[in-house]
């Protein structure tokens, strides 16, 4: 007979170690159950070559909510945060639109562009800023359901109606807008020169199955400037030793709180009986039992894969089905022996060191999605190339580089399927758009490891390589995510949870969505709260 | 000193009208004054050829009953052609049409027919829900009087008395893309195609656009002056209505001039109000209101003038999306048209065989370029009405989406283009039409800009959209019909709720001057 626990957690990504850490706190008997055999879900460091450490998928930290990186001694567990430089945007006329940190630096760079636009950027960041400092008030909080009379659910809405009001009334028009526009049309509130629009539009796409035309995508630009890096809201930086850093830091918090991890345990179905979680039976035929299960999968693997249907109420199985998480995203990460030459910029200059892009208009990064519409990866794709030695030099060997490049689109189903050919081919459209700007770039190529939709999806486990858990629509965020009425982290049988990336506040290494759902469930038990509220701006 | 007006509206479009005629009828001294020789703008009906009849706005899904009993439209000689036209999914390939009216679907499988009741059901509980909010001014955040206040807590409560797997429906598919809410839904594409049609119409949206394609189909559910879900067509064209509009005003005292084209709207340089228009003649009208039925940019930017209004809210104008994404022609044909798969071409004939298509023709758009694969909207209104066709005639009158406004080679040489592709279409659906055509006028979103003086030939006047919704149309201190300006007012779609032919902008506004006027 295995050991009985309090509680499991199926998955260990980052927001299931969070919850397990805080379960563990507060004194619980805690199991995290991971299929692979190193944790981290998406949030990983792994050393696929000798002395070459890959970040190979998510590869950058600002949505970390500080709070709980300080409650849950991440520091001390050795996670260290380091900013680093903005992006450098490459065109295809030779010239470049540079970010700095400095803002009258960054104003004489963007009016070579515009000078009207750089009058505009002002403007452009304090609204932006408004935006993401309401919405950083609801991060670490359970969103109210607004179909509910109960006094939390009134309490929530008040506080939530108080943060608006706070805001003005004209601002409060403002934000209506903002949520259900797109990045074009609201950058063109703004700015009028296409390579900056361009610029700023990159954050609207990323992971996203939507073009910059497309309605919805202000928000998604929004979701990736309303982070920080201790307290530089709209920061970035990096996690010293890779993204796995994060994970191994909270894994630490977890271990040191008396819980456990059980790697290569991977859950075929989520046990009920009785209309109740009786824990979970892995795919080796071995029970484990716990009253409470909490799923970090992403909501359609959790309620079409390890749940039995007749366990669901009837409409879940279908709203499970329904809900919105596409493949949208591959990734390129490449070992460099040696700097390549990027001919536009003299060598040795500080902009090397920062993040690459090849942009020039709102129209190619559209053209771009056109392509993921009709199943083919983007044939001109936006790449955002990260660094990340210069800045960490953890990753790479002294006169080594590692350079993690972000791809979108690439979609889930190509014609042919994800064959070996079509994923070289698909490397090969990633170094030619390099190339393009850097001759010699191949020259320098060690290894590379190159990651569609269909490899994230096979390996992390996110259904169709979504890097979200789900589309950061309005249709799915706040009290409608993952679906209207499952929005406060219970499932629909007593004793389930869920604390991925497909409940609110939504993805990206935040690990709001793991804290959340602790706090519901210690609420449930009756048990003090012990998961931090947001550190207010 | 000129004869001063209670309220004088500029531009007799369809909401000009029938705020005039509300304003008349409820005693007021009314002037309005029209830029060009014919009545109904965008509304219009003209003769593109002898003896042939057409207007720009083909249906009238949006009439309200109120507004044609406020107005006495039927004593006034307005009256139905259809009360419903049935929606006609084409097949190129001759098979029998898929058709759609009111809650039954035929040509498709059963599973489909009883999937299309369900989701009528639903659509219709939703347009109910928020049916009586067009017809009411917007409510303000900042505004304490009980009118916005009650509109405010009527539109929670109608939310919540869906239910709450209703409701919670409702805020999740308010936000959802055509394609999305088709996929949940249906397994034909091509019933898929069809119903997704009014989801994106006169706006900048394709299927796959979220956010904005639900608001725009509950609103286009909901009139319902020939019953709810109904889609009818006017006896005499659009004339037909924009006559009884016309005569609701000036029996009741209204004084319509036309050819009357306004320069500028006088203001008052010492209380910066509104009092009047000054025409192109020169002539100077007084009145005490001055309400604009035309575009929001037009009516401050180029009527008004910024140097009275705020650099904000100059900004705020200035960024409403205009550029019209529709185009029209009208055809003259000699004979009945027939259409593959169709006894006669009585109803609302689509071309669109799948989402996808319609996607494709976007995506043309987006880059400014021509779709060779064009969607179409075809009505045949002689079918129902003969007097706008010469004997043995017929008029074909086909909407064209996802035309852009600024194309990149340029319409001189693009409209020729346009024109081939509508065409070729056409022909492929209805075989020896192009021999049957006597006649032919396509306007461009450029054309209908020029021609109806309505900024970037939208539509709407602007973007339907939910970022330009309700408190936020066009823009919010502007979005309860009155302005920052003194005596000037909005009646037209560039106000809350918008185009389609509907009138409550107009009647919306006339209740806000009538108040003001107490």
């Known amino acids: 007979m295995t050991k009985k626990y309090d509680a499991i957690v199926i998955g260990a990504g980052h927001n299931g170690l969070t919850t397990a850490a805080y379960l563990a706190k507060s004194g619980l008997d805690v199991l995290v159950v991971e299929k692979n055999d190193y944790i981290g879900g998406a949030a990983v460091s792994r050393e696929l070559h000798d002395g070459w450490i890959y970040s190979n998928c998510s590869y950058v930290c600002s949505l970390l909510r500080q709070s709980i990186h300080r409650d849950l001694n991440l520091t001390k567990h050795g996670l260290m945060i380091v900013p680093y430089m903005g992006t450098t945007n490459f065109t295809r006329n030779g010239d470049y639109l540079a970010e700095y940190p400095d803002e009258a630096m960054q104003y004489r760079e963007v009016r070579r562009h515009s000078k009207r636009d750089a009058d505009a950027m002002h403007r452009y960041y304090t609204d932006l800023m408004k935006y993401a400092k309401v919405i950083r008030h609801f991060l670490l909080r359970t969103p109210a359901d607004p179909t509910s009379f109960k006094p939390r659910d009134l309490q929530e809405m008040a506080f939530m109606a108080k943060k608006f009001m706070g805001m003005g009334e004209r601002d409060i028009y403002e934000f209506m807008r903002f949520m259900t526009m797109s990045a074009a049309d609201f950058l063109a509130e703004y700015f009028e020169n296409d390579l900056i629009k361009a610029f700023y539009a990159t954050s609207s796409i990323i992971g996203t199955a939507l073009g910059v035309y497309s309605p919805g995508t202000a928000y998604v630009l929004l979701h990736h400037v309303m982070g920080d890096v201790d307290g530089a809201v709209g920061a970035w930086g990096l996690a010293r030793g890779g993204m796995g850093s994060i994970s191994k830091a909270i894994h630490g918090a977890l271990q040191e709180h008396g819980g456990e991890v059980m790697l290569e345990a991977e859950v075929d179905t989520i046990i009920v009986k009785g209309g109740k979680t009786k824990g979970v039976a892995l795919t080796n035929g071995s029970v484990i039992e716990a009253p409470i299960v909490v799923s970090n999968l992403d909501p359609k693997r959790t309620f079409t894969k390890i749940m039995n249907k007749e366990d669901l109420p009837e409409d879940l199985y279908k709203k499970a089905k329904d809900f919105k998480i596409r493949g949208s995203s591959g990734k390129v990460n490449i070992a460099l022996k040696g700097m390549p030459d990027f001919p536009t910029l003299p060598k040795g200059h500080m902009l090397r060191n920062g993040s690459m892009q090849f942009l020039d208009s709102l129209e190619r990064m559209e053209r771009a999605y056109d392509d993921w519409k009709h199943n083919r990866w983007s044939q001109d794709p936006f790449i955002e190339m990260t660094q990340s030695s210069v800045w960490d030099p953890t990753h790479a060997a002294p006169g080594n580089y590692f350079v993690s490049c972000f791809i979108q689109y690439c979609p889930r189903e190509v014609e042919g399927g994800w064959t070996e050919e079509n994923k070289q081919a698909f490397g090969k459209t990633i170094i030619d758009q390099i190339s393009n700007y850097s001759p010699n770039f191949k020259d320098h190529i060690e290894h590379m490891e190159i990651r569609t939709p269909y490899d994230i999806e096979k390996e992390v486990g996110l259904t169709e390589g979504n890097i979200f858990q789900g589309e950061l629509t309005i249709d799915q965020l706040m009290f409608n995510r993952p679906f209207p009425g499952y929005s406060q982290y219970r499932g629909p049988v007593k004793g389930m949870y869920m604390s991925g990336s497909g409940t609110h506040p939504g993805g990206g290494v935040s690990a709001a969505c793991g804290a959340n759902a602790a706090r519901e469930i210690l609420m449930d038990l009756k048990r003090p709260n012990i998961v931090p509220e947001d550190e207010n701006d | ?518």
């Open chain 2, 1 to 518: 000193m000129s004869k001063q007006y209670d309220a004088l509206v500029i531009g007799a479009g369809h909401n000009g009208l029938a705020c005039a005629a509300k304003l008349a009828r409820a005693g007021k001294k009314v002037m309005v004054v029209e830029a060009n020789a014919e009545l109904g703008g965008l509304a219009a009906t003209t003769e593109f050829a002898e003896g042939f009849k057409a207007s720009v706005a083909h249906t009238l899904p949006q009439l309200t009953d109120k507004l044609v009993k406020d107005l006495e439209l039927h004593k006034h000689g307005f009256s139905f052609a259809s009360e419903h036209l049935e929606t006609l999914g084409l097949k190129e390939d001759g098979s029998d049409a898929l058709r759609v009216t009111g809650d039954t679907v035929t040509g498709v499988s059963q599973d489909q027919v009883d999937a299309y009741k369900r989701y009528s059901a639903q659509m219709q509980k939703f347009a109910k829900a928020i049916a009586a909010f067009w017809q009411k001014k917007p409510p303000m955040i900042g505004d304490k009087s009980w009118a916005s206040v009650s509109t405010g807590i009527q539109f929670g409560l109608n939310l919540r008395l869906l239910g709450k797997t209703d409701m919670r429906e409702f805020t999740r598919m308010i936000a959802l893309p055509a394609q999305d809410v088709m996929d949940e839904q249906f397994e034909d594409e091509h019933l898929k195609a069809v119903l997704a049609w009014d989801y994106t119409m006169g706006n900048k949206l394709a299927p796959r656009s979220p956010n904005n394609a639900m608001i725009n189909w509950l609103y286009r559910l909901a009139g319902d002056a020939s019953g709810f879900n109904k889609l009818p067509i006017a006896k005499g064209g659009m004339k037909g209505l924009i006559d009884a509009l016309a005569a609701s005003a000036t029996s009741a005292g209204a004084v319509i001039k036309t050819n009357a084209a306004v320069k500028k709207v006088v203001v008052d340089e010492e209380t910066a109000t509104a009092v009047g228009v000054e025409l192109a003649d020169g002539e100077v009208v007084h009145a005490k209101a001055i309400i604009s039925n035309a575009d929001p940019k037009t009516s401050f930017i180029k009527l008004l003038g910024t140097r009275y209004i705020d650099i904000q809210f100059t900004h705020r104008i200035n960024r409403t999306r205009t550029d019209g994404q529709t185009a029209k022609m009208h055809i003259a044909i000699k004979g009945e048209p027939k259409f593959n798969g169709v006894s006669r071409a009585d109803g609302r004939m689509i071309i669109a065989p799948k989402m996808s298509y319609i996607e494709n023709a976007f995506d043309s758009s987006k880059y400014g370029e021509i779709a060779q694969d064009p969607a179409m909207e075809i009505v045949v209104p002689t079918m129902h009405d003969a007097s706008l066709a010469p004997e043995g005639h017929h008029v074909i009158s086909i909407t064209i989406p996802n035309v852009p406004y600024k194309v990149k080679a340029g319409w001189e040489t693009e409209k020729a283009n346009l024109q081939s592709a509508i065409l070729n279409k056409l022909e492929a659906y209805a075989p020896g039409i192009k021999d049957q055509i006597v006649a032919s006028d396509l306007l461009t979103p450029v054309d209908l800009e020029s021609r109806y003086n309505v900024t970037g030939g939208h539509w709407h006047h602007g973007e339907l959209a939910l970022d330009a919704w309700w408190m936020n149309r066009p823009t919010y201190e502007a979005s309860q019909y009155k302005t920052p300006i003194d005596g000037f007012y909005l009646c037209g779609a560039g106000a809350h709720p918008g185009g389609g032919v509907m009138g409550a902008a107009g009647s919306n506004a006339a209740d806000v001057v009538l108040a003001a006027s107490k």
